[in-house]
């Protein structure tokens, strides 16, 4: 079993060639906070699939999944030229969105792994609840250099560049390590990229007028495919990203048992296009904000996990965006009486509170709603008796 170190934080772990195990030891988790912690280890954007696989109060042993083809960024950066190492660099710059985040990756070398284009975290953390906790800009910012550091000198010892006892001679590297903010590394990075590429570009070999139509079209493809990339890029920083960040608040609201705030900071996404995590937090929190008694509400939170099936967790979500016909279709696509009548109960309430509505037009629609919902209760009340006569 190897180790981890980051500063102060120390993780053993073991990592074969389809996952990473985190073994973490009584001083780097809150137990009462670990259950929670699942929410946060589900797929993401740049992070790995994660399961706890022992919890107690001597240890936590997660387990993340990748793939069999992908590399550890320690032996990854070894292969590259010095440039490419240099469009790496660049690359996980991502990682500055997590600062003051509730989730914080676990910044090493063995822990982002890369899987063709894309770079993926192992371990992170959750707020105060498992190490990495929530850390102060200049503590991330100073791991964030020493990686970036590692990848331009992959010859020193990280752990060493942290401490700052790493030796970085090149003027380059320098500038990094002296550098106050995220936006002046960003800058350098740039400057420094396009420079290198100016020289590549100086040495390459001239082409011949003879291939000139060639070069022409290889251009103009070159160009699409660069726009295409731009446009996915954009798109992908936009909106996927802001979207996760949003989930993760999320979670992290309901965690705190902040359910009305979890519902207000997902109110703008479609239900539909949310993981599977989100749609549990939502539905949860939904339920627990419904007019329910406490014993309807303990019966009901009973019968759903991250497991329940989509159009049970859509159901909750928009009962608690109050899109009540959205809610009695889902119930009566899942067939479900009790869903229904609680539907039906609700879109009764609604219009009947409805002062603006046309009088015989209100009429008329609590007449069919209050028709519905005595047919429903009749068919429960039905199936309770025969449940008694059973029995």
Do not use: C
Not at 277 to 306: F, H, M, P, R
Not at 319 to 337: P, S, V, Y
Not at 372 to 384: C, N, S
């Amino acid at each position: 079993m190897g180790e981890m170190r980051n500063s102060l934080i120390v993780i053993k772990e073991e990592t074969t060639s389809t996952f990473i195990k985190v073994h973490l030891t009584a001083n780097q988790y809150s137990l009462s906070g670990v259950k929670q912690f699942q929410l946060f280890l589900n797929k993401a954007p740049h992070f790995l699939t994660g399961k706890i696989e022992v919890a107690n109060e001597e240890q936590v042993i997660i387990t993340y999944e990748k793939d069999e083809l992908s590399f550890s960024l320690e032996q990854y950066v070894k292969k590259l030229d010095a440039f490419d190492r240099l469009l790496l660099a660049q690359k996980v710059n991502f990682l500055k969105e997590y600062l003051n985040q509730p989730v914080t990756p676990f910044i090493h070398p063995k822990n982002i792994f890369i899987f063709g284009e894309e770079l993926f975290i192992g371990h992170r953390g959750v707020m105060n609840t498992v190490i990495p906790y929530l850390s102060t800009e200049e503590v991330y910012l100073k791991q964030y250099k020493a990686l970036l550091l590692y990848i331009l000198n992959p010859k020193l010892d990280f752990e060493n560049l942290i401490d700052g006892a790493g030796a970085v001679r090149d003027p380059f590297s320098e500038k990094i390590q002296e550098s106050s903010s995220f936006e002046e590394i960003d800058k350098l990075l740039m400057e420094t990229v396009a420079i290198q590429k100016e020289k590549r570009n100086a040495t390459s070999i001239l082409v011949k007028s003879r291939n000139h139509t060639v070069f022409k079209w290889g251009t103009i493809i070159l160009g699409l495919a660069t726009l295409g990339l731009s446009i996915g890029v954009g798109i992908y920083s936009l909106n996927i990203v802001p979207q996760q960040k949003r989930i993760i608040s999320a979670e992290s609201k309901f965690i705190s048992n902040s359910y009305s705030d979890v519902l207000d900071t997902l109110k703008e996404d479609k239900p539909e296009n949310l993981p599977k995590s989100a749609l549990y937090v939502l539905a949860v929190s939904s339920i627990q904000l419904d007019s329910l008694s406490n014993e309807q509400k303990e019966s009901v939170l009973g019968t759903i996990s991250q497991k329940s099936n989509d159009n049970t967790l859509l159901y909750w979500i928009y009962i608690g965006k109050g899109d009540f016909e959205k809610a009695l279709n889902i119930a009566k696509n899942i067939g479900d009486n009790q869903y229904i009548l609680h539907a039906y109960t609700k879109v009764y309430d609604v219009t009947n509170a409805d002062n603006k509505m046309n009088g015989a037009k209100k009429q008329e629609l609590l007449s069919k709603y209050k028709e519905e919902m005595e047919k429903y209760m009749k068919l429960l009340e039905g199936k309770t008796d025969d449940q008694k006569s059973k029995q």
